[in-house]
């Protein structure tokens, strides 16, 4: 029989799942503190900062490994 389907790409590789990120971390540490402080947002604004800088360190070195890869160099 054939090989596990989680071998296989995904149909579009750029369009990662938050499960795969490097962030999600930050990422679900926001929602939690969303949802513990509904009604007052301003307490989550810390996790916000820290998940919005991995996400922007995230996509820096994404276009750094693109650019190598780039046919127009």
């Known amino acids: 029989m054939g090989g596990s389907t989680k071998d ?3 149909p579009y ?3 990662a799942r938050i499960s795969d990120s ?3 971390s930050q990422y679900t540490a926001s929602l939690k503190c969303l949802e ?3 009604t007052d947002k301003s307490k989550c604004q810390e996790h916000f ?3 919005k800088e991995c996400k922007k ?3 820096e ?3 750094e490994r693109n650019k190598s ?3 127009f160099s």
Do not use: G, T
């Open 57 to 59: 360190k995230e996509r």
């Open 69 to 71: 890869r780039s046919l």
């Open 8 to 10: 296989q790409l995904p």
């Open 13 to 15: 590789p750029n369009a």
């Open 22 to 24: 490097q962030c999600y």
């Open 36 to 38: 513990e402080f509904s």
């Open 49 to 51: 900062d820290v998940y």
């Open 61 to 63: 070195a994404r276009l």
